[in-house]
């Protein structure tokens, strides 16, 4: 079983920072992708960053330049440094690991965080 913990949430000022990090634990073999979705009230879930096991990263047009998706392949952790923060910012944000499970090593498994939140406002 693969266990994924989420932290750094806070709230924030507007124009100020925070960094996400997404840590999966279990049995994994390999992580594929990190990706962080943001879930806003009364809002579908979106994709915000991705970064691939080459650390090749894409970004929302809505958080580009501004916020930064990275990866620590040793401790099996993935982060997201946002900076110049904005009201529109506030949500929930997820973590998501597409891995190789140990277990399970012919196919790809997905693993979600619970989510932390990030309230932008002053």
């Known amino acids: 079983q693969v266990q994924v913990v989420e932290s750094g949430g806070n709230l924030v000022q507007p124009g100020g920072s925070l960094r996400l990090s997404c840590a999966a634990s279990?049995?994994?073999?390999?992580?594929?992708?990190i990706d962080w979705h943001r879930q806003a009230p009364g809002k579908q879930r979106e994709l915000v960053a991705t970064?691939?096991?080459?650390?090749?990263?894409q970004y929302a047009d809505s958080v580009k330049g501004r916020f930064t998706i990275s990866r620590d392949n040793a401790r099996n952790t993935g982060y997201l440094q946002m900076a110049s923060l904005k009201p529109e910012d506030t949500a929930v944000y997820y973590c998501?690991?597409?891995?190789?499970?140990?277990?399970?090593?012919?196919?790809?498994?997905?693993?979600w965080g619970q989510g932390t939140q990030v309230t932008v406002s002053s």
């Open positions: 998501a690991f597409a891995y190789v499970d140990s277990r399970y090593p012919y196919r790809q498994s997905d693993a």
């Open positions: 279990g049995s994994i073999l390999s992580i594929n992708v």
């Open positions: 970064i691939t096991s080459d650390d090749m990263p």
